[in-house]
């Protein structure tokens, strides 16, 4: 994260390291703010259905999905070894035509992706527009199994904090 001021008035480092437990449905995370030291436990609350669509809020989606599909095209990248997996790769191009979001050129962006073929996990995905620019991330070492359990808990001399 960003430095944080202090009440010295000085900039610090604020650490923050995330871990998301899909089996017991948590997300911790562990904050280093000066001598602080504090892991958060969240327990997030189930979804809540969202109410159904309006006519309107249901033309709206129609008409953005027609402008993205008829903007969106989609190629195969083949095969390649990521990591140690073999994966497929496919590539979305998406145009946004001129003057359509105050641009004078067309706009072009790229969705690169490369999913493990025996896994389905994403190794390596590549976000390119010439407005934010390139985004790049990539797995570079996968362990297949299940994680030491010492993973999903705080570290030792950390106050713990249930929301």
Known sequence: ?????GLDG?????LRI???DPAAGTTIWWEVNGSEKTAHIVHPPKPIAAAPLSSEQRQIRALA????TKNTHH??????????FLTEGSRQITTTPAREQGNEKPLENSVEVWFAADTGIALLSIQEDPRSGRTTQEVTDLKLGEPDVSLFAPPAGYRVEEQ
């Open 1 to 5: 994260m960003p430095c944080v001021l």
């Open 10 to 14: 000085q900039f610090h480092p604020d």
């Open 18 to 20: 995330s871990v998301s």
């Open 65 to 68: 999905q027609a402008s993205w």
């Open 75 to 84: 190629e195969s990248l083949g095969a390649r070894t990521i990591a140690g």
